[in-house]
């Protein structure tokens, strides 16, 4: 009746309410006014059982205020439909929810939620029924469910939408991931990417996230600790991907897609979706098309259904396209649909099927839209943004932009933030099959394009962050087009984090695509970045890659400097056999180009190298000669860092002095060129050579100008190593309180920083401390972790002093023969490096 006499369809909300009267729900009855039985609505939407979420919006149809949550519903009949729903089972009702307010800074990274979702009742009831704690043992767990089924049938559709029915529940976050497990031309995200975009969301900074996985994980799960939050981690290859990204409290939903099913993850409720129904599809396409449409073409409804599978995404193209031209009939569509070059059994391809609809959708376009969504395809990440895109295209931004949005408009791309678009998996390998001969020539252009922009962007981005960087000539020409400006260094640094994944991809793609000086020169840029934030394996990974293109172009000047770009690498990450290795192939190659600048920058590095392995003899006059050439060659920020690797070098050996003095010529050099981190690690060398000195005065001094100027969110393991320090002269000074509170803060920030080389020597300065407080249990462990950091990568300064302090507290714990053990490896050690008698007992 409300169809015939106000021509409005009963919406959801009374729908639901049918439902649940027919089902007889307590929850309605009233004690004075039970309910009266009631006609049922002509189609019910599928929602959750149950006021979910807690605080619906009132139905488009309804006065606004006249109907609150189901529990409340008022219990008057409205004039509706006679066909009573035939739901697939009858799905147990939540209880409300009731989470309080969601804190101000809760994320919600969740997609958007699709306002004319139908169908899949069956699998929301066994959805909301486990969300609910049916199945699985209350609160005391969290609770995760893996929807699987074949591409294209609407897995993430389905889950997005349950996940924003719950989004209540939840209220400390609703996070979103896409996995990647079955993106055509790409490779599965790996758990430590997905760790660090997930810890990112969360509010923690590049440079505090651990290296490595077990570490990412743990820090992950201490984050969600106490907290509620539904985490949706889509597109899964398998069981492996996924375990490190489980929450370890109870509290929280964990919602997966994947098209295998994941049997050998355990603890999970599986929800398997196939092919919709007819009658959901049917439903689907009245609300996508429109009913009118529909209703008049029955049959034809039906066998358009059918040639699509019953895929939604299929679907949802056709009818967008139907919708797009309304002088198509449905029979018109499926007549074209029945070219068997359009339709594959979807069984043995179900993307094929898809790629008929959508190879329908392409046809349809204007042909500057074809090309458009053809060469946008070429773009090597899951997002572009219209900068980028505008690159891809060749055009101004503004109409790279109104190109994203008809293709928005027409379902061909998706939009998961403002600003951003991605390629559905489906619609992207169908995109590229797209490409052949005919467009290589065109294709090619845009590349290069795409590399040029990202060149020129990155190096504007690197000339705000890292000013006083010594020049390259690339050899590259500027890009032409407009891309963003950067007034201050936050900016730079933002574009850099937001394209981050589209410039590794970038670079991968020039190496792919025969452009190995864009892919080394570039690969340099992103370094500059990767290790200003200390992501120090992909910084690592680029390295390579750029060497490897190095080599092909036969590029003497570019090798030695992608060369020692890549020794840097290795030695931030402990790999200092390998480093030493590149390093010097490094400084051999720059003196055979006549590059001084970087021979110098191969001597810093092959001492620095040298040094971490304890060969100081044979460092001592590389870092020398390095600080002599930096400053004929007027390169200050060179020689600054090779003067603090100097001070470090004669501080290890004894050479108080030589070491403060060299210290304080690099902390006045950084103090000139405003290099902040420069300036700190200076100032920390110059503290532990005041120590040995016996100038604890004078170092807490110099301790407290170096902590001024920390910040624990850029760098987190010198700022760890700052207050590591500052806790030991604090002792010296008896003040037990102050040294308490430094050695605290620098365990915490040393574990976290992903910086193992510094929190070898955070737990050693550390252990010392314990021993002198009498806990020696804690000395022991600290002296134990260092070790297990410092011997791998032949650290052997904090290997030896990791050693000497096991000696202490096994024999402060009554084991003399460990301890005789632990000093007689040490001695090894010290003989190695050659250390004088005085420092051997550190």
């Given at each position: 009746?409300?169809?015939?006499?106000?021509?409005?369809?009963?919406?959801?909300?009374?729908?639901?309410?049918?439902?649940?009267?027919?089902?007889?729900?307590?929850?309605?009855?009233?004690?004075?006014?039970?309910?009266?039985?009631?006609?049922?609505?002509?189609?019910?939407?599928?929602?959750?059982?149950?006021?979910?979420?807690?605080?619906?919006?009132?139905?488009?149809?309804?006065?606004?205020?006249?109907?609150?949550?189901?529990?409340?519903?008022?219990?008057?009949?409205?004039?509706?439909?006679?066909?009573?729903?035939?739901?697939?089972?009858?799905?147990?009702?939540?209880?409300?929810?009731?989470?309080?307010?969601?804190?101000?800074?809760?994320?919600?990274?969740?997609?958007?939620?699709?306002?004319?979702?139908?169908?899949?009742?069956?699998?929301?009831?066994?959805?909301?029924?486990?969300?609910?704690?049916?199945?699985?043992?209350?609160?005391?767990?969290?609770?995760?469910?893996?929807?699987?089924?074949?591409?294209?049938?609407?897995?993430?559709?389905?889950?997005?939408?349950?996940?924003?029915?719950?989004?209540?529940?939840?209220?400390?976050?609703?996070?979103?991931?896409?996995?990647?497990?079955?993106?055509?031309?790409?490779?599965?995200?790996?758990?430590?990417?997905?760790?660090?975009?997930?810890?990112?969301?969360?509010?923690?900074?590049?440079?505090?996230?651990?290296?490595?996985?077990?570490?990412?994980?743990?820090?992950?799960?201490?984050?969600?600790?106490?907290?509620?939050?539904?985490?949706?981690?889509?597109?899964?290859?398998?069981?492996?991907?996924?375990?490190?990204?489980?929450?370890?409290?109870?509290?929280?939903?964990?919602?997966?897609?994947?098209?295998?099913?994941?049997?050998?993850?355990?603890?999970?409720?599986?929800?398997?979706?196939?092919?919709?129904?007819?009658?959901?599809?049917?439903?689907?396409?009245?609300?996508?098309?429109?009913?009118?449409?529909?209703?008049?073409?029955?049959?034809?409804?039906?066998?358009?259904?059918?040639?699509?599978?019953?895929?939604?995404?299929?679907?949802?193209?056709?009818?967008?396209?139907?919708?797009?031209?309304?002088?198509?009939?449905?029979?018109?569509?499926?007549?074209?649909?029945?070219?068997?070059?359009?339709?594959?059994?979807?069984?043995?391809?179900?993307?094929?099927?898809?790629?008929?609809?959508?190879?329908?959708?392409?046809?349809?376009?204007?042909?500057?839209?074809?090309?458009?969504?053809?060469?946008?395809?070429?773009?090597?990440?899951?997002?572009?943004?219209?900068?980028?895109?505008?690159?891809?295209?060749?055009?101004?931004?503004?109409?790279?932009?109104?190109?994203?949005?008809?293709?928005?408009?027409?379902?061909?791309?998706?939009?998961?933030?403002?600003?951003?678009?991605?390629?559905?998996?489906?619609?992207?390998?169908?995109?590229?099959?797209?490409?052949?001969?005919?467009?290589?020539?065109?294709?090619?252009?845009?590349?290069?394009?795409?590399?040029?922009?990202?060149?020129?962007?990155?190096?504007?981005?690197?000339?705000?962050?890292?000013?006083?960087?010594?020049?390259?000539?690339?050899?590259?020409?500027?890009?032409?087009?407009?891309?963003?400006?950067?007034?201050?260094?936050?900016?730079?640094?933002?574009?850099?984090?937001?394209?981050?994944?589209?410039?590794?991809?970038?670079?991968?793609?020039?190496?792919?695509?025969?452009?190995?000086?864009?892919?080394?020169?570039?690969?340099?840029?992103?370094?500059?970045?990767?290790?200003?934030?200390?992501?120090?394996?992909?910084?690592?990974?680029?390295?390579?890659?750029?060497?490897?293109?190095?080599?092909?172009?036969?590029?003497?000047?570019?090798?030695?400097?992608?060369?020692?770009?890549?020794?840097?690498?290795?030695?931030?990450?402990?790999?200092?056999?390998?480093?030493?290795?590149?390093?010097?192939?490094?400084?051999?190659?720059?003196?055979?180009?006549?590059?001084?600048?970087?021979?110098?920058?191969?001597?810093?590095?092959?001492?620095?190298?040298?040094?971490?392995?304890?060969?100081?003899?044979?460092?001592?006059?590389?870092?020398?000669?390095?600080?002599?050439?930096?400053?004929?060659?007027?390169?200050?920020?060179?020689?600054?860092?090779?003067?603090?690797?100097?001070?470090?070098?004669?501080?290890?050996?004894?050479?108080?002095?030589?070491?403060?003095?060299?210290?304080?010529?690099?902390?006045?050099?950084?103090?000139?060129?405003?290099?902040?981190?420069?300036?700190?690690?200076?100032?920390?060398?110059?503290?532990?050579?005041?120590?040995?000195?016996?100038?604890?005065?004078?170092?807490?001094?110099?301790?407290?100008?170096?902590?001024?100027?920390?910040?624990?969110?850029?760098?987190?393991?010198?700022?760890?190593?700052?207050?590591?320090?500052?806790?030991?002269?604090?002792?010296?000074?008896?003040?037990?309180?102050?040294?308490?509170?430094?050695?605290?803060?620098?365990?915490?920030?040393?574990?976290?920083?992903?910086?193992?080389?510094?929190?070898?020597?955070?737990?050693?300065?550390?252990?010392?401390?314990?021993?002198?407080?009498?806990?020696h249990t804690a000395a022991l462990d600290l002296h134990t972790h260092a070790h297990k950091i410092a011997s791998p990568m032949s650290?052997?300064?904090?290997?030896?002093?990791?050693?000497?302090?096991?000696?202490?507290?096994?024999?402060?714990?009554?084991?003399?023969?460990?301890?005789?053990?632990?000093?007689?490896?040490?001695?090894?050690?010290?003989?190695?490096?050659?250390?004088?008698?005085?420092?051997?007992?550190?």
């Amino acid at each position: 009746m409300l169809v015939d006499e106000l021509g409005i369809d009963p919406g959801p909300r009374l729908a639901r309410l049918y439902e649940a009267i027919l089902r007889d729900e307590p929850e309605l009855a009233a004690p004075q006014r039970p309910a009266p039985e009631r006609a049922a609505p002509e189609r019910a939407a599928a929602a959750p059982p149950g006021p979910v979420p807690a605080q619906p919006e009132p139905d488009a149809a309804e006065p606004a205020g006249t109907a609150g949550p189901l529990s409340e519903a008022p219990v008057l009949a409205e004039p509706v439909s006679d066909r009573p729903p035939q739901p697939p089972s009858q799905p147990q009702r939540l209880p409300p929810a009731q989470p309080g307010a969601a804190p101000d800074d809760a994320p919600c990274t969740l997609p958007y939620d699709l306002p004319d979702f139908t169908g899949r009742a069956r699998e929301l009831s066994r959805l909301f029924d486990y969300a609910q704690g049916a199945c699985r043992g209350g609160e005391r767990y969290s609770r995760i469910v893996a929807i699987d089924g074949m591409g294209g049938m609407g897995k993430t559709t389905l889950a997005v939408h349950a996940a924003h029915q719950l989004a209540g529940r939840y209220p400390d976050g609703q996070l979103h991931v896409d996995l990647r497990g079955f993106t055509p031309g790409g490779s599965p995200v790996s758990p430590a990417a997905a760790l660090d975009g997930l810890l990112r969301t969360l509010g923690t900074p590049g440079d505090r996230i651990p290296e490595d996985l077990e570490g990412r994980t743990a820090l992950w799960r201490a984050k969600l600790d106490g907290r509620r939050v539904l985490l949706l981690l889509d597109n899964a290859v398998d069981a492996p991907q996924i375990r490190p990204l489980l929450p370890a409290s109870p509290g929280c939903l964990v919602l997966i897609t994947s098209r295998g099913r994941l049997l050998d993850l355990d603890g999970v409720e599986w929800v398997s979706i196939g092919m919709m129904e007819p009658q959901d599809s049917t439903s689907l396409m009245s609300e996508t098309l429109g009913t009118a449409r529909v209703t008049a073409e029955p049959e034809a409804s039906a066998e358009l259904a059918e040639l699509c599978g019953h895929l939604p995404l299929a679907l949802r193209i056709a009818t967008a396209r139907l919708r797009n031209r309304p002088r198509w009939t449905v029979r018109y569509l499926v007549e074209r649909l029945r070219d068997e070059t359009r339709r594959m059994d979807e069984l043995s391809s179900g993307e094929r099927s898809v790629a008929a609809t959508l190879r329908l959708s392409y046809l349809a376009m204007d042909e500057e839209y074809r090309t458009a969504f053809r060469i946008l395809s070429l773009y090597p990440c899951a997002g572009t943004d219209v900068y980028s895109a505008a690159a891809l295209l060749g055009t101004a931004v503004r109409d790279a932009e109104d190109a994203l949005e008809f293709l928005l408009d027409v379902h061909l791309v998706q939009q998961p933030d403002i600003g951003l678009y991605t390629f559905h998996d489906l619609v992207r390998t169908f995109a590229q099959s797209l490409r052949g001969p005919a467009t290589a020539q065109d294709d090619a252009v845009a590349v290069e394009r795409l590399l040029g922009y990202y060149m020129t962007t990155s190096d504007a981005a690197c000339e705000v962050l890292f000013p006083r960087r010594e020049q390259r000539r690339t050899g590259i020409p500027p890009y032409g087009g407009e891309r963003p400006s950067f007034r201050t260094a936050d900016e730079a640094v933002s574009w850099f984090d937001r394209e981050q994944a589209g410039l590794l991809a970038a670079v991968s793609l020039a190496e792919r695509s025969g452009h190995d000086r864009y892919a080394a020169c570039l690969s340099r840029n992103v370094g500059f970045h990767l290790h200003a934030q200390g992501q120090l394996d992909e910084f690592w990974s680029v390295g390579h890659l750029a060497v490897a293109a190095a080599r092909r172009l036969d590029d003497p000047a570019l090798l030695g400097i992608s060369l020692a770009n890549l020794g840097a690498a290795c030695w931030k990450l402990g790999r200092f056999e390998e480093g030493l290795d590149v390093a010097t192939e490094a400084r051999d190659t720059a003196v055979r180009a006549g590059d001084r600048h970087t021979e110098a920058h191969g001597d810093s590095t092959t001492g620095l190298l040298m040094s971490m392995l304890g060969r100081y003899a044979e460092a001592l006059p590389l870092l020398e000669r390095s600080v002599a050439l930096a400053r004929d060659l007027g390169n200050p920020r060179a020689e600054a860092e090779t003067l603090s690797t100097l001070s470090t070098l004669y501080e290890r050996w004894g050479r108080y002095p030589e070491a403060a003095a060299a210290a304080r010529r690099a902390i006045g050099i950084g103090r000139e060129l405003g290099y902040r981190s420069n300036v700190i690690a200076a100032l920390t060398d110059l503290a532990f050579a005041q120590v040995g000195l016996d100038e604890y005065t004078d170092a807490d001094a110099t301790l407290k100008r170096a902590r001024d100027l920390c910040d624990e969110t850029k760098s987190p393991g010198d700022v760890a190593l700052v207050l590591a320090l500052s806790a030991r002269v604090a002792q010296e000074r008896e003040d037990g309180v102050a040294a308490r509170a430094f050695a605290e803060r620098a365990l915490v920030l040393g574990r976290t920083s992903g910086a193992p080389i510094r929190l070898a020597k955070v737990e050693n300065v550390l252990g010392r401390l314990h021993a002198a407080w009498g806990e020696h249990t804690a000395a022991l462990d600290l002296h134990t972790h260092a070790h297990k950091i410092a011997s791998p990568m032949s650290f052997r300064a904090e290997e030896a002093a990791a050693l000497v302090g096991l000696a202490h507290a096994a024999e402060a714990l009554g084991d003399p023969s460990a301890a005789a053990g632990h000093r007689t490896a040490a001695e090894a050690l010290f003989e190695v490096m050659g250390l004088p008698a005085h420092r051997r007992a550190y």
